[in-house]
C-alpha cells in the first residue's frame, strides 16, 4: 500500500461559518495504480490532489504514506518525503521561465544534491527518453504547451519517484497533445510501476485509469 | 548550485532590464556617495594622526572665567614653555611654535617667499616630519641655521645639493641649510615649509618674557607612562606662581592628537568641533545609503508576485526555504556587486570635483587593502541588508498559494512601502526648502551693500623698503595718473585686525564692555575706499595736519555713544584724545552675515601693514597692474610685487557658505532622483497590480484620463503627507540655521509651498508616466491574462 487517507476533513472558517472543502475523505491507494479524480468546479479535487501531495494542511484525520503518519511529521520531515517520493505535474507546466529545457530537468537533481556528473548523465537519459534532446537549450517561452508540459513530465519524473500527482495535466492543451501526454502516462504506470493520481475535468483522459473518484462538494460520491 | 543560482539572478537582471536599472542606480548612487563621506571623514579623521608620539604630545591651554563664562584659548606667553620644561620633571620636550609667517628667501638673484616658522629644537624630535637630509639633533642649534622642505628647497636651489648652502633672509640676515624635511603630507594641519630655532627670534628682539602677551602655542611632549590626570593638577596653578597679573588663570593641557576634530570650547567643556560636521554628513550619507536601500526591499518586494511562482515551483520539486533564502540574498549581492562595480566608476569620477567642492586633499588610494576590505564589507552588508527582506518574505510563500492562482497580497491601508513614500519625500522636502532657503540668504548677503567700492581697488602688505619710501610710491603713483588714491593702513579693508572696549568717551558707563574696532589711517580713507560720509569730511593730512590725531567713526559707533553731534566730539585710546571729523555710513569689513560693529577709524598716529591702492578708472586694469609694479619695483626693489584685488578677497568671505549650499544643493537633487527612481519602481508596480482593475474600468467605460487620476492619486495623497510632515521640521531646522546670521532673510510661507509643489510635480511626472501607459493598454489583453 502506497498511502491511506482516513476521515480526512479541511475547512475554511469564512464569516462566522465554517465551509468544508474535503469532507470525510476516505482512500486508499495501492502502488502502480493510476487513479482519476473528477468533479465539477469547486468539488475539492485540486485540494485532495495537495493533501495527497503534501503541499496543503488538513485539519482533521490522518494520512498515512509509506507507513509514515504524515499528520504528525514536521514540515521539514514532510518536504522531505514529498521531495523523494511525489512528483507534480500542473496544468500550466510550472516551468522555471528563465531556465532552459536541460536546467529546468537538472533543478531537483540539485536540490536533491546529486553530483555533477551524475546530474548530466540523468538529464541526458531524461531528454533522450523523452526525445526532446534537439530542445535542451530553448527556453520554456519557446516550446508549444504539448511540448512544455511534456518536459513538465521528464522534470516531475527525473529523480524517479513513486507516485506522480497531475493536476489537469491536458487542461491547456489540444485534444492531439493531450492524447500524447495521456498516452505518455499510460505508458509510465504500465512499463514502469509509476503511481498516477491525476484531476481531470475530461471522461476521456479518465478512462486512462484504471479508477475514477468523483468528488461533490468536498465528498466523494458514486456515480 | 551558486551557479544556477548566478544563472538565474543574471537571467532576471536581463529580463527586467528597467527594474534592474532602477535598482542599480539607485545603489550605486547611495553607494556611490557614501564613498565619498567616507573618503573625506576617512581623511579628516586622520589628520596629525600620523605622529609617532602624538598620544604624549599636549598642546597648553589657557582658561579663565570672562563675565561669568569660562573662556578656554589656546595661546600663551613665550616663556610658558621654557618655564614648563624647567619645572616639571615628567617633560621630555617643550616646543614654542610661532605662527605662521612669511619671508623672503633670497639665494644670487632667485626671491622667493616663503611661510614657515619659528620653533624650539625639540619640534622635530615630537613631530613626526622626517629629515632626508641633516641630523635631527642639531639642525636647529645653530642661531642662523634654517631647515627646508624638499620642494622648497629644489624651488630655491634646483636639483645642486641644498645642504650648507647660506640663503638670505629678508635681505638681512644669512643662514645656513642645515636640513632638508620630507614634504609635509597632505594629512597635516601643519604649513610649513621652512623652520627656524627659536634662537634667532631672540637675537632679533622679538622674544618678551611677559606673561601678559599671549601670542604664540607651546607644544609638550610628556614622558613615557606619565599619569596625565595627576600632571594636569599639578600643572594647573602654574601662573600663580609666575604670572602676576592673572594668577587665577588655569594652565591645563589638552591632548593634542584631538585638535584637529575637536578643541571647540564653551563655557570650560570641550564641545565639539569638525567633528560635528563630519557627523552631519555621515548621517546624511547614512540617510542615502538606507534611503537606497530600502528602494531596493521595495521594488524587490513588489516584484514578489512574479517571483512567487518561482518559489512555488521551487519549494515543490525540493527546495528548502535555507536554500531559497540564500538565492535571494545571493541575487541582491550580486545586484550590490554590479552597484558597488558601478558606485566605484562614479567616485573616480566625482572625486576630483568633489574634493574641490569641499575643499580637502582627497584621495582614493586603491592599492590600500583596507580600502577593498571596507568595499567587500559594504557589499555584503549593502546586499544583506537590501535583500533580506525580499529573501524572507519571498521564501515564505506556500507553494499550493501562490501555483494555484489565489495568491494576492493583503491590502493594508499602512504598508511599510507607504511609509517609505512618505519618508522619502519628506526627506527630499526638507532638502528642497533648505536648498531654496540657503540661496536667498545667500543672495541677501550677496546683495548687501559693502559700504565701499570694490572696484579697481588693490591692497599689497608693507614688505622691505615700502615703509620707508612710502611716500615716494604715493607721490608717483598719483602724478603719473596710475591711481586716483593711496591709503596706507594697518589691515585690509577685507579685515580688521585690532579691537579693544578699552576706547573712553564722554558719557561711557563704566559697565560697558563693548567690543569696537580699529582701523588705522593715514589719509584720504572715504576717497579711496569709497566710503559714505554722512557728517564731517574725510582725513586730509595736506590741508589739516592734525588730522593725524582725527578719527573718523561709523553710524553704529555714534550708535553705541549715544550723541547727536559726534564731530568734534573726542574718543581717548592709547593715551591719545581722538577728535572726530567725520563719520561714514557703516560698510562691511569683517563677515558680511553678521551686523557691523562699532568702529573708530584712527588717523596716521600708529603703525602700517598695507597699502591700498584706487586705480584710475580710465585706465585698463591689466596696464595699471604693470605700471604699478614697476614703481614698486623701483622703489623695493628686493621684494616681488604682490597684490590681493579687494572685489576678489571679499567675494572669499562666501566660501564656507557657498561650500555648505553646493552641497546641500548636490544632496538634495541625490534624494529626489533616489526617491523618484523608488517612486517610479513602485508605480509600475502598482500599475501591473492593478492591471486587471483597470482593464474592467476600461471595459465599463473608463477614459484614460480618469483611470490616469485614479492611478496618480494614491502617490499624491503620500506626497502631500509628506509636505505636512516635513514643513514644520524644515521650518524649525532652517530657523536654527539662519540663527547663525545676524543679517538674515525671514522665512516666508511661499518657500514651502515653492518646495511642496516641486516635490508634487516631481511626483506627477514619475508616475503618471506608469499611469498613463497603463491607461491606454487594451482592457482585451490584460483581462486575458487572467
Not at chain 2, 220 to 242: C, M, N, P, Q
Not at chain 2, 619 to 648: C, G, I, W
Request: glycine letters at 6%; charged letters at 20%.
Amino acid at each position: 500500500m502506497l498511502l491511506q487517507l482516513n476521515n480526512i476533513f479541511k475547512w475554511v472558517n469564512s464569516g462566522g461559518q465554517r465551509i468544508f472543502l474535503l469532507k470525510d475523505i476516505n482512500l486508499q491507494v495501492e502502488e502502480g495504480e493510476f487513479i482519476s479524480i473528477m468533479g465539477p468546479s469547486g468539488s475539492g479535487k485540486s485540494t485532495l490532489l495537495n493533501v495527497i501531495g503534501m503541499l496543503d494542511t488538513f485539519d482533521e484525520g490522518t494520512y498515512d504514506f509509506l507507513h509514515e503518519s504524515v499528520h504528525s511529521l514536521k514540515e521539514k520531515h514532510r518536504a522531505n518525503l514529498y521531495k523523494e517520493y511525489i512528483g507534480f505535474v500542473f496544468q500550466s507546466y510550472h516551468l522555471l521561465d528563465d531556465l532552459t529545457v536541460k536546467e529546468n530537468l537538472e533543478m531537483p537533481l540539485l536540490y536533491k544534491k546529486f553530483k555533477g556528473s551524475e546530474r548530466k548523465a540523468i538529464v541526458a537519459d531524461m531528454l533522450d527518453r523523452f526525445n526532446i534532446v534537439g530542445k535542451k537549450d530553448l527556453f520554456p517561452t519557446q516550446l508549444s504547451g504539448g511540448q512544455q508540459q511534456l518536459v513538465g513530465v521528464a522534470r516531475a519524473l527525473i529523480a524517479n519517484p513513486k507516485l506522480i500527482l497531475a493536476d489537469e495535466p491536458t487542461g491547456n492543451l489540444n485534444s492531439q497533445q493531450s492524447e500524447e501526454i495521456m498516452e505518455l502516462f499510460k505508458k509510465l504506470n504500465e512499463e514502469d510501476g509509476v503511481t498516477i493520481i491525476q484531476v481531470t475535468h475530461s471522461e476521456q483522459n479518465a478512462a486512462y485509469g484504471s479508477r475514477i473518484i468523483n468528488l461533490l462538494d468536498g465528498r466523494k460520491v458514486e456515480i | 548550485m551558486l551557479k544556477n543560482y548566478l544563472k538565474i539572478a543574471w537571467r532576471n537582471l536581463l529580463r527586467n532590464k528597467s527594474f534592474s536599472v532602477l535598482n542599480i542606480v539607485g545603489l550605486s548612487i547611495g553607494l556611490a556617495v557614501t564613498a565619498l563621506i567616507l573618503i573625506w571623514i576617512n581623511f579628516e579623521v586622520g589628520v596629525d594622526q600620523f605622529h609617532e608620539k602624538k598620544d604624549r604630545i599636549y598642546e597648553v591651554y589657557n582658561e579663565y572665567p570672562i563675565d561669568g563664562e569660562i573662556w578656554t584659548w589656546n595661546s600663551t606667553p613665550k616663556i610658558m614653555g621654557p618655564t614648563i620644561k624647567k619645572d616639571y620633571p615628567e617633560v621630555e620636550g617643550v616646543s614654542r611654535y610661532n605662527y605662521d609667517d612669511t619671508f623672503l628667501f633670497s639665494v644670487d638673484e632667485k626671491r622667493i617667499k616663503s611661510t614657515g616658522t619659528i620653533v624650539d629644537p625639540d619640534f622635530l624630535n615630537m613631530f613626526s616630519f622626517p629629515l632626508i637630509e641633516g641630523n635631527i639633533k642639531t639642525v636647529l642649534e645653530d642661531v642662523n641655521s634654517v631647515v627646508i622642505t624638499e620642494t622648497f628647497a629644489k624651488k630655491l636651489f634646483g636639483d645642486q645639493p641644498a645642504v650648507g648652502k647660506v640663503v638670505k633672509i629678508d635681505n638681512t640676515d644669512s643662514f645656513k641649510v642645515t636640513g632638508i624635511l620630507k614634504d609635509l603630507p597632505n594629512n597635516t594641519g601643519f604649513n610649513f615649509e621652512f623652520l627656524m630655532p627659536w634662537a634667532y627670534l631672540k637675537q632679533k628682539g622679538w622674544n618678551d618674557e611677559n606673561w601678559g602677551n599671549n601670542s604664540i602655542a607651546t607644544y609638550v611632549l610628556l614622558k613615557g607612562g606619565t599619569d596625565y590626570k595627576a600632571f594636569s593638577e599639578k600643572i594647573k596653578a602654574l601662573r600663580k606662581t609666575y604670572d602676576k597679573d592673572s594668577p587665577d588663570m588655569v594652565t591645563f593641557l589638552y591632548p593634542w592628537s584631538r585638535y584637529w576634530l575637536y578643541s571647540e570650547f564653551e563655557n570650560g567643556k570641550e564641545i565639539g568641533g569638525r567633528i560635528d560636521l563630519i557627523r552631519l554628513f555621515g548621517i546624511i550619507a547614512a540617510i542615502i545609503l538606507i534611503i537606497a536601500c530600502i528602494n531596493f526591499m521595495n521594488l524587490s518586494t513588489a516584484r514578489s508576485e512574479k517571483r512567487a511562482k518561482e518559489v512555488g515551483i521551487r519549494k515543490v520539486i525540493g527546495a528548502e526555504k535555507g536554500s531559497l533564502v540564500g538565492q535571494f540574498l545571493g541575487e541582491s549581492i550580486l545586484i550590490s556587486f554590479i552597484a558597488a562595480v558601478l558606485a566605484l566608476l562614479i567616485v573616480l569620477v566625482a572625486l576630483p570635483p568633489f574634493k574641490t567642492l569641499v575643499g580637502k586633499p582627497l584621495s582614493l588610494d586603491v592599492m590600500n587593502f583596507w580600502f577593498w576590505l571596507t568595499a567587500c564589507g559594504v557589499i555584503l552588508f549593502t546586499g544583506m541588508l537590501a535583500g533580506s527582506y525580499p529573501a524572507l518574505y519571498l521564501s515564505g510563500f506556500k507553494p499550493s498559494a501562490v501555483l494555484k492562482g489565489t495568491f494576492k497580497k493583503m491590502k493594508s491601508p499602512v504598508t511599510p512601502r507607504k511609509v517609505l513614500v512618505i519618508l522619502q519625500f519628506s526627506a527630499a522636502i526638507i532638502l528642497i526648502t533648505a536648498s531654496i532657503i540657503v540661496t536667498q540668504q545667500m543672495k541677501k548677503v550677496q546683495d548687501r551693500q559693502s559700504g565701499y567700492s570694490k572696484n579697481n581697488l588693490i591692497y599689497t602688505m608693507m614688505e622691505g623698503d615700502m615703509e620707508k619710501n612710502y611716500t615716494l610710491i604715493k607721490e608717483e603713483l598719483l602724478t603719473t595718473g596710475i591711481a586716483e588714491s593711496v591709503t596706507k593702513t594697518n589691515s585690509p579693508i577685507t579685515a580688521t585686525w585690532s579691537n579693544t572696549w578699552g576706547f573712553e568717551w564722554k558719557g561711557k558707563s563704566e559697565d560697558n564692555m563693548t567690543l569696537v574696532h580699529r582701523f588705522i589711517v593715514d589719509d584720504a580713507i572715504t576717497k579711496t575706499m569709497g566710503l559714505e560720509l554722512i557728517a564731517g569730511r574725510d582725513f586730509d593730512l595736506k590741508a589739516y595736519p592734525t588730522d593725524s590725531t582725527a578719527a573718523i567713526v561709523n553710524e553704529s559707533m555714534v550708535a553705541l555713544m549715544n550723541i547727536k553731534e559726534p564731530i568734534g566730539q573726542t574718543i581717548k585710546d592709547n593715551g591719545i584724545e581722538w577728535r572726530i571729523v567725520g563719520v561714514v555710513k557703516d560698510f562691511i569689513m569683517n563677515s558680511p552675515f553678521q551686523k557691523v560693529e562699532p568702529m573708530v577709524i584712527e588717523g596716521a598716529q600708529a603703525w602700517f601693514n598695507v597699502i591700498h591702492i584706487k586705480f584710475n578708472k580710465e585706465a585698463a586694469t591689466a596696464k595699471s597692474l604693470a605700471m604699478t609694479e614697476a614703481v614698486f619695483r623701483k622703489y623695493n626693489a628686493e621684494y616681488p610685487f604682490n597684490y590681493e584685488f579687494v572685489d576678489q578677497v571679499y567675494a572669499k568671505k562666501f566660501d564656507s557658505e557657498k561650500r555648505t549650499g553646493k552641497l546641500v544643493s548636490l544632496f538634495t537633487l541625490l534624494t529626489i532622483f533616489i526617491s523618484c527612481l523608488g517612486l517610479f519602481g513602485l508605480a509600475s508596480y502598482m500599475a501591473e497590480n492593478r492591471i486587471k482593475e483597470i482593464g474592467i474600468r476600461k471595459v465599463l467605460g473608463a477614459s484614460v484620463q480618469s483611470i490616469t487620476k485614479l492611478l496618480s492619486k494614491d502617490f499624491l495623497k503620500l506626497v502631500m503627507i509628506a509636505i505636512v510632515l516635513a514643513v514644520p521640521i524644515s521650518w524649525y531646522l532652517m530657523s536654527k540655521w539662519l540663527e547663525e546670521f545676524a543679517y538674515r532673510i525671514n522665512i516666508s510661507w511661499w518657500t514651502f509651498a515653492l518646495a511642496g509643489i516641486f516635490a508634487l510635480m516631481i511626483a506627477l511626472l514619475t508616475v503618471s508616466y506608469q499611469a498613463i501607459k497603463a491607461a491606454i493598454a487594451n482592457p482585451v489583453k490584460s483581462l486575458r491574462t487572467e
